[in-house]
C-alpha cells in the first residue's frame, strides 16, 4: 500500500517558518517528480513546488518564489517543502503528491498538514 504522510504543519506568525516534510512509503519514487499543493477554504486546490528526481528541475508558483523551496531526499524517499516569509494568504492544507507530470498531480496524495500564518 502506497503512502504519502505529511508533517511540520502549524500556526506561525506573520514572517514565520516553518518546514513540511512529506515521507512516501509502499513504493520508491526516487525517479519521480514530486510535489506540493494547497488548499485554502472555499477555494480550488492549487499547485505550488515540484522536484524532478535529481533535485535539477524545480518549478515554483510564482507567488510563493523567493519564499518557498522544495529538496528531496532520494534515499529516504522524502520530499520537503521550507516556508519562509509566511503570509496569512498561504494559510492552507498542504498536499504532498506523486508522481507529478509537469506540475499536474498524480495518483498518490497524503493526507495533508494545516498551515496557518495569523496576522
Known amino acids: 500500500q502506497v503512502q504519502l504522510v505529511e508533517s511540520g504543519g502549524g500556526l506561525v506568525q506573520t514572517g514565520g517558518s516553518l518546514r513540511l516534510s512529506c515521507a512516501a512509503s509502499?513504493?520508491?519514487?526516487?525517479?519521480?517528480?514530486m510535489g506540493w499543493f494547497r488548499q485554502a477554504p472555499g477555494k480550488e486546490r492549487e499547485f505550488v513546488a515540484s522536484i524532478n528526481w535529481t533535485g535539477g528541475r524545480i518549478t515554483l508558483r510564482n507567488s510563493v518564489k523567493g519564499r518557498f523551496t522544495i529538496s528531496r531526499d532520494n534515499a529516504k524517499n522524502t520530499v520537503y517543502l521550507q516556508m519562509n516569509s509566511l503570509k496569512p494568504e498561504d494559510t492552507a492544507v498542504y498536499y504532498c503528491?506523486?508522481?507529478?507530470?509537469?506540475?499536474?498531480?498524480?495518483?498518490?496524495w497524503g493526507q495533508g498538514t494545516q498551515v496557518t500564518v495569523s496576522s
Open positions: 509502499g513504493r520508491t519514487f526516487s525517479r519521480d517528480d
Open positions: 503528491n506523486a508522481p507529478l507530470v509537469s506540475s499536474s498531480p498524480g495518483d498518490y
